[in-house]
């Protein structure tokens, strides 16, 4: 199971609620406007703003 | 202060796919007839817990997203989803008030029994009104308060006993209040009743030891009026049977 195209066209950053990029090894999402990667676990996106790693 | 709900739903994810509060009721139905007669493209199910309102819904919504503050419930919303035929629906792990979705992009936002954990309920509608698309619609079903201070110090008090996590039951008034402060409009409002077992109450949330027996004191010594208030059912040697509160389901739109 990957991240569904459904989804990865309506998700957003939780924090600016503009878009994110699915990073091209599937492991991540990044917000270019907040330097934020949000991870994903076992196929679920982890949108928490505190878990996100600065990038 | 309330505590993280992660506290409690991480180390009860099962428990809640299998309750009883959870499973059956007639705001399922109502969820059932709203998304047969909306056939919403997009479905969200926020706070899904064991996704037993999508269960319901995903057969009309061509896409389902299930969201929740805690990622072993969102595994056993999985889980529980295929097990019953319901494959594709995706997860999400987020805040209630920090929704991981693009503006307009959602025709039906589900949220049961959920919003009186939330640490602010104003933050979440607004993040509602945000993503709802022009004709989409909330249904929101949560524990309603009664409007009376005694009735309402009761219910809250027991609930924080029973869950850290609890923040609030709001009374009617406080909702409306609430969904209109949103910039959102109630549409429709239904009451219902849920007579709750005292003993499959607490085990769902693990509770034991001082805990469970300061909550069963709240139950024995409540006031006559209050027992009648919450129809509160006692053993004759004295052990709480169950009691049963009220549940509000507001429709809203933009």
């Known amino acids: 199971m990957a991240i569904d195209k459904e989804l990865l066209e309506i998700l957003a950053c939780p924090k600016c609620k503009g878009p994110i990029e699915l990073q091209e090894d599937g492991k991540g999402l990044t917000c270019d406007t907040c330097r934020l990667r949000y991870r994903i676990e076992d196929d679920i996106p982890i949108m928490l703003i505190d878990e996100a790693e600065e990038i | 202060m309330p505590t993280d709900p992660r506290e409690t739903f991480s180390r009860s994810a099962d428990r809640y796919l299998k309750s009883t509060d959870h499973r059956a009721g007639p705001d399922l139905e109502t969820i059932r007839d709203a998304a047969r007669r909306i056939l919403p493209r997009v479905t969200l199910d926020v706070a899904t817990g064991a996704g037993h309102a999508l269960r319901v819904a995903a057969p009309f919504s061509a896409f389902c997203l299930a969201q929740d503050l805690t990622l072993e419930m969102l595994k056993v919303t999985r889980e ?72 309402d110090r009761f219910i809250n008090t027991v609930e924080r006993i029973r869950d850290p996590s609890h923040v609030r039951s709001l009374d009617r008034e406080q909702w409306r209040d609430h969904i209109k402060g949103s910039g959102l409009r109630v549409k429709e409002e239904k009451k219902f009743e849920r007579r709750h077992p005292f003993d499959e109450w607490v085990e769902r949330v693990g509770l034991k030891g001082a805990g469970l027996r300061a909550l069963e004191r709240e139950f024995v010594e409540a006031p006559e009026h209050i027992k009648d208030q919450f129809h509160i059912e006692i053993s004759e040697t004295g052990q709480v049977l169950s009691y049963t509160d009220e549940k509000i389901i507001f429709v809203a739109g933009r």
């Open chain 2, 80 to 151: 529980h989803l295929a097990s019953v035929g319901i494959e594709g629906v995706s997860c999400i792990q987020s805040r209630a008030d920090g929704i991981p979705v693009g503006d307009g992009c959602v025709d039906l936002v589900l949220c049961r029994i959920a919003c009186h954990h939330f640490p602010s309920v104003p933050a979440f509608l607004g993040e509602v009104r945000r993503i709802l698309s022009p004709e989409g619609i909330l249904l929101l079903i949560d524990s309603l308060a009664p409007s009376d201070v005694d009735g």
